[in-house]
């Protein structure tokens, strides 16, 4: 097995990520340093969402940093979020927003370059969200984190509830 594959492996199970189909090495640049860097994005991304899903956004923060330009795609859809739209106000409706959840990670894919990480999850979600009772909320995520400046930072983040499928006549009425 590739030194690469067994970083990965090693650091998703240090923090339950429950499978991953294969990750695409750096083409250029040195493999075990972006082996450790996407691992370090992968923990990264759990613990960060673990702590949003039970409204702590100072431990999000923490293991986050949104660039400049940052977009984000809400599992319930609408116009895109913007990184000027991230003012503390909207963090604190994030804080009252989500309650006492958990969160397991399964990394599906990783794509990595010098600048660039792609990672395709599914995040298993159980929490208060919203104000409604504790239920699950599995989510098919793709994060995209680019190095700017010697830090990596969340440029984008897409969420949809669709874990599951739905039917064509299901996908067309939400179309509508």
């Known amino acids: 097995m590739p030194t690469y594959l067994r970083s990965l492996l090693a650091a998703a199970a240090a923090v339950g990520v429950a499978s991953i189909a294969s990750i695409a090495p ?92 792609v990672l395709a999850i599914i995040e298993y979600n159980n929490g208060e969200v919203g104000g409604l009772p504790a239920q699950d909320w599995p989510l098919r995520v793709t994060l995209v984190y680019r190095r700017e400046n010697g830090e990596w930072r969340l440029a984008h983040r897409h969420a949809d509830p669709l874990v599951n499928g739905v039917t064509l006549e299901e996908a067309a009425a939400l179309a509508r």
């Open 26 to 117: 750096a083409q250029t640049g040195d493999v075990s340093l972006m082996d450790q860097t996407v691992a370090d994005l992968v923990r990264r991304s759990s613990e960060a969402h673990a702590a949003l899903m039970r409204g702590d956004v100072d431990a999000y923060q923490d293991l986050i940093t949104l660039s400049q330009d940052f977009t984000f795609y809400s599992p319930f859809g609408g116009p895109p979020t913007r990184g000027i739209d991230m003012t503390e106000e909207t963090w604190n409706g994030m804080r009252r927003f989500f309650r006492n959840g958990t969160l397991r990670q399964e990394l599906v894919q990783a794509y990595a370059s010098d600048d660039l990480v």
